[in-house]
């Protein structure tokens, strides 16, 4: 496909059937007494939730709210690539690459694209517009799957040649959390020259040879290792054997909304055990029907796998990312930013926002807090030069 083809989402109502059929005859088990999330995703949570999911929850709704963004397909490198593309107001919008992680998808930023894409219609400076790309990673949602898993610095590539020789975006900003933020820092670095300028709202790529040396940064390291022991089962496994989970969760709606739902509580500004506080019912269930109308948990999980193939962890020794960087450091996020000392080894940082409310996902939990600190680091970029080399 080396044309750009219109795309609509349209589930045939016998795959909603399929997917509610496999909710509805769910048998439920055991979890121990007193468990409240301490063990995994609660199971009274989970009941509840899937009584609203077979009683209340309407995919059409948000199938509907998606397609108001104008979609495509189109070929980048051999695989088929979807991705909302809302050209902004004004006459010179500032071109804005989105690029979302795991478990999220194209649904987290369904509130921040019109607000980024026409300012004006929510009291802003037209002058802040920006026209916004966000598309599906390889293997999510409704992009294509490929063959064999493809990493972040293998997507980045990918997202770069769609920015700039499909749309014809000669360089834009590269913006991500979660993975978005590995494919934005990679962007940054092995296509500079097509990259105005990096934001981010979670530390992604490290740069090789760099380790902690102050008492904070060494605080910083012992606690996001600590954290990552207790939380990170899910990423040895993605990034290890993907295919043997698969079966499971390819087989059981329950299981998937299962899985993904313990990292919106855990990683989200979430009271404890109650992650309704932060998000939805129908947040939660939209963007995990977007893995399960595609048939993609398993495709989906395949990046971390990719990512230890790769070896896209860390930049070269001795090397740095050069364009300017904009930080979003929201403070609930799963492993919190380090201190901007130990972050300045990697990435050449002109903007940082500690924020005060928000978690991981931050353009769905805090989508004004998110558009403002994009608006400021486009500011910041006007006044900024780059050094040369």
């Not at 293997?139 to 064999?148: I, L």
């Not at 008492?215 to 390291?221: I, L, N, P, V």
């Not at 990034?239 to 079966?247: E, H, I, R």
Request: hydrophobic share 40%; proline share 7%; charged share 20%.
């Amino acid at each position: 496909m080396s044309s750009i083809e219109p795309f609509i989402i349209d589930i045939p109502n016998s795959k909603l059937a399929q997917i509610r059929d496999r909710v509805s005859a769910f048998t439920w088990h055991e979890e121990p007494v007193g468990n409240e999330w301490e063990y995994g995703t609660d199971i009274n949570y989970m009941k509840e939730l899937c009584d609203y999911w077979l009683n209340s929850f309407d995919w059409r709704v948000h199938e509907h709210a998606i397609n108001q963004f104008p979609q495509f397909v189109t070929q980048v490198d051999g695989l088929d690539l979807h991705f909302i593309h809302e050209p902004g107001s004004g006459p010179s919008p500032q071109p804005l690459l989105l690029s979302h992680g795991w478990p999220g998808s194209i649904y987290e930023f369904l509130d921040v694209i019109e607000p980024l894409a026409h300012p004006e219609r929510f009291g802003g400076n037209i002058d802040e517009a920006f026209s916004v790309v966000a598309p599906s990673l390889p293997g999510f949602g409704f992009s294509a799957k490929p063959g064999t898993p493809v990493g972040p610095r293998a997507i980045a590539k990918l997202f770069t040649n769609l920015m700039t020789k499909k749309l014809g975006y000669d360089s834009f900003i590269a913006q991500g959390g979660d993975w978005g933020s590995v494919i934005s820092g990679w962007i940054g670095f092995d296509h500079e020259t097509h990259c105005d300028g990096v934001h981010l709202n979670m530390f992604g790529v490290r740069a090789a040879g760099t380790y902690p040396e102050t008492s904070a940064e060494k605080a910083w390291a012992r606690e996001a290792q600590k954290t990552f022991a207790a939380e990170g089962g899910y990423f040895q496994i993605q990034s290890t054997k993907p295919q043997t989970l698969s079966y499971a969760m390819m087989d059981s709606p329950v299981g998937v909304a299962a899985w993904i739902v313990e990292k919106f509580e855990r990683w989200g500004e979430v009271e404890s055990g109650r992650v309704k506080t932060a998000f939805s019912k129908d947040q939660l269930l939209a963007n995990i029907m977007v893995y399960l109308v595609t048939q993609t948990f398993n495709t989906a999980s395949w990046i971390y796998r990719a990512y230890a193939d790769e070896n896209s962890r860390f930049l070269p020794k001795g090397e740095r990312i050069k364009v300017p960087v904009g930080v979003a450091s929201f403070p609930k996020e799963f492993i919190p930013w380090p201190p901007r000392s130990f972050a300045e080894k990697v990435y050449n940082i002109v903007h940082w926002t500690d924020m005060t409310y928000g978690g991981h996902f931050a353009a769905m939990e805090q989508p004004e807090l998110f558009v403002n600190d994009l608006r400021t680091f486009l500011q910041i970029l006007g006044k900024h030069h780059r050094p040369k080399d």
